[in-house]
């Protein structure tokens, strides 16, 4: 017989600190872990093709994008208000959230992967590729596509499994897959000679593992609900209440692939004006991105561990405990992210030389790249930190528009204007300068909730 959830999870009873870690420290493992097998594909594909290689992953990066930003919108969603459920002690609609959630990842997965093999030359054009990259890019791209199904849905199962209590088998789920391309990246690519299809295949079968052992949490080491087949049959009203809390997180996502997409065009076009080549500044750009990554992933690793703790607290009306999470998970992401600041700023050759470049311009650009395209780094926790924040605590409005504001209303239009203006300057001070504004933003934004849930705790408080 299960026991009364909101009585007796940790999650409304543990010390915050201890929760935050707790769930926080296998979300931000698995992060790293995640980010480091991209970084090993980008040193084997660097030293065994060379910037050529390295530039032809960089534009198919945003296949990537698309599955982080449908598992957001689906796994976040659903796991927020899963969360949420489980606070107020109603499994009924827990699972039908849950349920629903599943039968979403399998059809998106699908239909994604179908779309993008189709349209497969078109897309990786419209993504910035030259000529010189396709060679790399196709086959590389083809086989990615394969994978989107189990990315999906091993990401978003792993929100689900983080809220049902379990964070360790969580980051297991994504670690196995991420140790797993590891291993066999170079056993593709030089044991077997399969270049950059290898490095394709082993991330794509590191994923289809992901999924194997997501599928068997969901069959036998579930806990808090039990799913029945009416759980998966699609209701209109479930399915909206998981995209409204999705939905914030899933823009940031499509919004910053739209500003990708853009920031390889005026990197091809303007790249190919100066004295680098438009191959030349994409490979530099995607190198910095995968070592940046491997800071941000820690910030990543400590919102999404936050979020159900965020959520069942607000649902059992604990809001003093949700406030001291939110500041609490500020400060440990501010931390890191500048301590990333400081360490790019002062190593940057040292670090980029992992990826076997030889090329003098390359190491020339990137440094410029670091030196003002990320010279507000240390502001960056705030608005992933914030974001995760509103959406598990059911504001998705809010959610919405702090991700329109810093993608839809800055940097869309700077990567539109400055590059017109200053070429590849204007490029790189898209950064720095849509950063800078967001967070000043995301400040205000935080803020005012702190505000709003030491009101809530009064007015409970009078009320009682």
């Given amino acids: 017989m299960q026991t009364n959830t909101a009585t007796n999870?940790?999650?409304?009873?543990?010390?915050?600190k201890n929760l935050i870690w707790k769930f926080a420290i296998p979300g931000i493992i698995s992060?790293?872990?995640n980010s480091f097998h991209n970084i090993v594909d980008q040193m084997f594909i660097g030293w065994s093709i060379?910037?050529?290689?390295?530039?032809?992953?960089?534009?198919?990066f945003?296949?990537?994008?698309?599955?982080?930003?449908?598992?957001?919108?689906?796994?976040?969603?659903a796991a927020s208000r899963f969360s949420i459920y489980l606070g107020k002690n109603?499994?009924?609609q827990a699972s039908d959230v849950f349920g629903n959630a599943i039968t979403l990842m399998v059809f998106f997965g699908v239909l994604i992967s179908l779309i993008t093999s189709i349209f497969l030359y078109p897309m990786l054009y419209l993504f910035g590729s030259t000529d010189m990259m396709i060679p790399y890019a196709a086959p590389y791209a083809r086989i990615i596509c394969l994978g989107i199904p189990f990315g999906i849905f091993s990401t978003g199962m792993s929100y689900f499994i983080r809220a049902d209590g379990n964070p360790n088998y969580?980051?297991?789920?994504?670690?196995?897959?991420?140790?797993?391309?590891?291993?066999?990246?170079?056993i593709f690519l030089f044991g077997f000679d399969m270049g950059i299809t290898?490095?394709?295949?082993a991330t794509t079968l590191g994923q289809v593992l992901s999924t194997v052992l997501a599928l068997y949490y969901l069959m036998k080491k579930c806990k808090t609900v039990s799913l029945l087949k009416q759980n998966f049959r699609l209701q209109t009203t479930v399915v909206i209440s998981i995209f409204s809390l999705g939905v914030s997180t899933f823009t940031t996502h499509i919004l910053a692939i739209v500003a990708q997409i853009l920031q390889m065009n005026a990197l091809k076009t303007y790249g190919?004006?100066?004295i680098y080549g438009s191959e030349i500044v994409i490979a530099s750009s995607g190198a910095i991105s995968k070592l940046s990554i491997v800071f941000l992933s820690s910030i990543i690793g400590i919102a999404i561990g936050c979020q159900p703790i965020f959520g069942f607290n607000l649902g059992n009306k604990k809001y003093d405990r949700v406030k001291e999470t939110y500041l609490l998970a500020l400060r440990y992401g501010t931390t890191v992210a500048a301590t990333a600041f400081v360490i790019l700023q002062l190593f940057p050759e040292p670090l980029l030389s992992i990826f076997g470049s030889n090329n003098p311009l390359f190491y020339e650009f990137a440094t410029k790249y670091i030196r003002i395209y990320m010279a507000v780094l240390f502001l960056n926790a705030l608005q992933p930190i914030t974001s995760t924040f509103c959406t598990a605590i059911g504001k998705a409005k809010l959610g919405f528009w702090m991700a329109v504001i810093r993608q839809g209303f800055l940097m869309i239009p700077l990567l539109l204007v400055l590059p017109a203006l200053f070429e590849l300057n204007g490029v790189l001070l898209v950064g720095p300068i849509s950063d800078g504004i967001a967070a000043i933003v995301v400040i205000f934004i935080g803020l005012k909730q702190i505000k709003q849930l030491t009101r809530m705790k009064i007015e409970m408080d009078m009320g009682n």
């Fill in 9 to 16: 999870n940790p999650l409304g009873t543990l010390p915050v």
């Fill in 31 to 33: 992060q790293l872990v």
């Fill in 50 to 60: 060379g910037d050529l290689g390295i530039a032809a992953t960089n534009i198919v």
């Fill in 62 to 77: 945003p296949l990537t994008s698309i599955i982080t930003a449908l598992s957001a919108l689906i796994g976040m969603g």
């Fill in 90 to 92: 109603d499994k009924e």
């Fill in 170 to 186: 969580s980051s297991f789920v994504l670690l196995s897959g991420a140790i797993f391309n590891m291993v066999f990246d170079p």
């Fill in 198 to 201: 290898g490095v394709a295949l």
């Fill in 272 to 274: 190919a004006m100066s």
